[in-house]
């Protein structure tokens, strides 16, 4: 089964290109035209939400260069060892609704700090695979788009992220922790 898997996972996207191709050619679509229009017209929504990418990585980097995160470590630090929950994961939690990258980054420390097979670099992962990055996808995406109006899909975003932080803790805490 897993060679099969492996297989199909090799051959799906030249497949899928393929298959696009032909049905154009089939329609009798310009197919260079056409993708460099799409091109040009990606190109430029690349720069129209340019300013809502940095304004994210910006509140990002104050976030952590400001010591709001160690202040944070000290206000949780008995509550989560009371729940078994590792102290490094604190900052995956937080930093998870914000950024991708800031996550991974902070993920990949706690793999190297306590180890691959450690319950804290499961659970991290669990929690990354778990939620969104809600503000990042509010900031750029609906920024793009024009929508102005946020407050609704903000709150159901940072809910979500919190159901899938806590949904994370049980399931880890049920199938990782020993």
Known sequence: MKEVLNTISVWIL???ICVILLHGLYKKIPL????CDGAKEGFWVAVKILPYLVAIMVAVSMFRASGALEFLYEIFKTPLEALKIPSDTLALMITRSLSGSATLGIFSDIVNTHGADSYAAKLAAVITGSSETTFYVIAVYFGA???TKLRHALLTGVLADMVGIVCAVIVSRFFFYS
Do not use: A, R
């Open 145 to 147: 788009v024009g929508i």
């Open 32 to 35: 260079y035209e056409t993708f």
């Open 14 to 16: 030249p497949v899928i």
